[in-house]
């Protein structure tokens, strides 16, 4: 259920606590690699190497957490969702434009396989949009230079989004969602984490699956009119 709402009316604080822990996980790493950096900083100045690698590494971690703040500001102006029958293609083409420019920047295609034109999902427009934007941009982030994630829709409202790790071992994405996760597992990055929460609303899932040792799938469930009927 909602992480801060439902998670702590009934005193089951596994959700609160998994989504501080990502999130202080998350913001810590960038931390200490600014104060690593700037700690070099009066020795190492007069270096061009160490100067063009403290602006260019430390710029991007700053950008990182500023993204994560970003995402949890929106995150918190959410609240019921306000439910609507809508065009499921057109809610993901929106998203998958907008983020354009992230993907050209990472040198990672998004791909369209089967688009599901014509299928309705029940949904809350602006929470689901935000949802599906914070999987894509974790894929993104997660997923090999110069390959592409494949997206997919399937009649009964299904989106899969499909791709090649960066590397084995070093994402934490390795979690089936649920209450059967194996201690070995990781936890799941924040971005799921905000997006799982705001599709379980809506009467939603997320499923995070591994094909492989490297190929990577992200399933998004919602409800369609039929299955509300």
Same mark, same amino acid.
């Given at each position: 259920?909602?992480? %801060?709402?439902?998670?702590?009316?009934?005193?089951?604080?596994? *959700?609160?606590?998994?989504?501080?822990?990502?999130? +202080?996980?998350?913001?810590?790493?960038?931390?200490?690699? /600014?104060?690593? &950096? +700037?700690q070099l900083l009066e020795e190492r100045f007069d270096d061009v190497t160490f100067?063009?690698?403290?602006?260019?590494?430390?710029?991007?971690?700053?950008?990182?957490?500023?993204?994560?703040?970003?995402?949890l500001v929106e995150f918190s102006t959410f609240d019921q969702p306000n439910l609507? $029958?809508?065009?499921?293609?057109?809610?993901?083409?929106?998203?998958?434009?907008?983020?354009?420019? @992230?993907?050209v920047k990472r040198d990672t295609s998004i791909r369209w396989g089967t688009r599901?034109?014509? =299928?309705? =999902?029940?949904?809350?427009?602006?929470?689901?949009? &935000?949802?599906?934007? *914070?999987?894509?941009?974790? %894929?993104?982030?997660? +997923?090999?230079?110069? !390959?592409?994630?494949?997206?997919?829709?399937?009649?009964?409202?299904? =989106?899969?989004?499909?791709?090649?790790? @960066?590397?084995?071992?070093?994402?934490?994405?390795?979690?089936?969602?649920?209450?059967? =996760?194996?201690? !070995?597992?990781?936890?799941?990055?924040?971005? /799921?984490?905000? %997006?799982?929460?705001?599709?379980?609303?809506?009467?939603?899932?997320?499923?995070?699956?591994?094909?492989? @040792?490297?190929?990577?799938?992200? $399933?998004?469930?919602?409800?369609?009119?039929?299955?509300?009927?």
């Amino acid at each position: 259920g909602p992480l %801060a709402l439902a998670g702590l009316g009934n005193g089951d604080f596994s *959700n609160f606590r998994s989504f501080v822990n990502e999130l +202080a996980h998350e913001l810590k790493n960038p931390m200490v690699t /600014i104060k690593t &950096y +700037a700690q070099l900083l009066e020795e190492r100045f007069d270096d061009v190497t160490f100067r063009t690698s403290f602006q260019d590494r430390v710029g991007s971690d700053i950008e990182r957490m500023d993204d994560l703040v970003e995402a949890l500001v929106e995150f918190s102006t959410f609240d019921q969702p306000n439910l609507e $029958k809508v065009d499921l293609f057109g809610q993901l083409q929106q998203v998958l434009e907008e983020l354009i420019p @992230e993907s050209v920047k990472r040198d990672t295609s998004i791909r369209w396989g089967t688009r599901g034109e014509g =299928v309705d =999902v029940v949904v809350d427009q602006n929470q689901f949009r &935000y949802a599906f934007k *914070n999987l894509v941009r974790t %894929a993104l982030s997660q +997923a090999r230079a110069r !390959e592409e994630i494949q997206v997919n829709v399937d009649q009964e409202g299904r =989106v899969t989004l499909s791709f090649l790790q @960066e590397q084995a071992g070093t994402v934490s994405l390795g979690q089936q969602l649920g209450s059967q =996760v194996g201690s !070995e597992r990781e936890p799941l990055p924040l971005r /799921i984490l905000l %997006a799982r929460d705001l599709l379980e609303r809506m009467g939603g899932d997320i499923e995070v699956n591994h094909l492989g @040792e490297l190929k990577m799938q992200f $399933k998004i469930v919602v409800p369609t009119p039929l299955a509300l009927n």
